[in-house]
C-alpha cells in the first residue's frame, strides 16, 4: 500500500490560495490520489481525486507531478470555512476493479486566518 | 434527512457492556465501511462491507463485530465495551469507484 506524507499544520491567510502537499512517492501505476477533509470532527468530506492528469472541480484543484510521487491540492480562494483537516490518501486495492477500501492518515490542519 | 444516518450520536456506557452503533443509508450504495477516530489520530478502519455477503476486517478489528443486516444498514458491535474503545466512529457508504459519504459519526464514552 502506497504511504502518505502530510504537513502536520499549514496557515493560510483568507482570499488567498491554500496550496496543500502531499507526498506519495511509493505510489503504483494504477493508484488514484484522493482528497478529503473534515471540518471539526463532522465526518469527511470528499473533494477530489485524480490519477495523472491535473484535475479541477467547483472545490479544488488537484495538481500531480509527472513522476507522480506527489500532489499538491489548491483552495484558489480560502475562506474561514475551509478550516479543516485535509486527508491525501492513496487507493488500496483490495480485490481489483472496484473493490477498494481507502485508509486516512492524520492530514494537514488547514487554518485559515482572517 | 442525512443520506448516511448513525444511532445513537452520543452514548455513554460502562466497561463490559454491550454496544451497537447502527448506520443506515437511503442512498442505496452496496459497500458500507465504519472507521474510528480518536484525538489526534486520522480515521481507522475496523470494518468493511462490499456487500450482503463480504464482510472484512479492517487495521483495527479487535474488540468489534459487525452485522450487515440488509444493503441498507450496517451495524456494529462491541461485545464487552472497555475504556479505549472511547472514541468517534463514522460509518461510511459508497457505490463502485465513487468518493466515501461519511454519516455525521457515533461519539462513543467507555467509563
Known amino acids: 500500500d502506497a504511504k502518505t506524507t502530510q504537513p502536520p499544520s499549514m496557515d493560510c491567510a483568507e482570499g488567498r490560495a491554500a496550496n496543500l502537499p502531499c507526498n506519495h512517492s511509493?505510489?503504483?501505476?494504477?493508484?488514484?490520489v484522493y482528497w478529503y477533509r473534515q471540518i471539526h470532527s463532522q465526518g469527511p468530506q470528499y473533494i477530489i481525486h485524480?490519477?495523472?492528469n491535473n484535475e479541477t472541480n467547483e472545490m479544488a484543484s488537484l495538481i500531480i507531478t509527472e513522476d507522480r510521487k506527489s500532489s499538491t491540492l489548491i483552495l484558489p480562494h480560502a475562506t474561514l470555512r475551509d478550516t479543516a483537516v485535509y486527508y491525501c490518501?492513496?487507493?488500496?486495492?483490495?480485490?481489483?476493479?472496484?473493490?477498494?477500501?481507502?485508509?486516512f492518515g492524520k492530514g494537514t490542519l488547514l487554518t485559515v486566518n482572517p | 434527512d442525512a443520506d448516511v444516518t448513525q444511532t445513537p450520536r452520543n452514548r455513554i456506557t460502562k466497561t463490559g457492556k454491550r454496544i451497537m452503533l447502527e448506520c443506515s443509508q437511503t442512498?442505496?450504495?452496496?459497500?458500507m465501511y465504519w472507521y474510528r477516530q480518536d484525538p489526534g489520530l486520522g480515521l481507522r478502519l475496523i470494518y468493511y462491507?462490499?456487500?450482503?455477503?463480504?464482510?472484512n476486517k479492517g487495521e483495527i478489528s479487535d474488540g468489534y463485530s459487525v452485522s450487515r443486516q440488509a444493503q441498507a444498514k450496517f451495524s456494529l458491535s462491541l461485545e464487552s465495551a472497555i475504556p479505549n474503545q472511547t472514541a468517534l466512529y463514522f460509518c461510511?457508504?459508497?457505490?463502485?469507484?465513487?468518493?466515501?459519504?461519511f454519516g455525521e459519526g457515533s461519539r462513543l464514552t467507555v467509563l
Open positions: 490518501i492513496v487507493r488500496v486495492g483490495h480485490s481489483g476493479g472496484s473493490n477498494y477500501k481507502l485508509t
Open positions: 511509493t505510489i503504483s501505476g494504477n493508484e488514484y
Open positions: 442512498k442505496g450504495h452496496d459497500r
Open positions: 462491507s462490499f456487500d450482503v455477503k463480504d464482510i
Open positions: 485524480g490519477l495523472k
Open positions: 461510511a457508504t459508497r457505490q463502485g469507484p465513487g468518493e466515501l459519504f
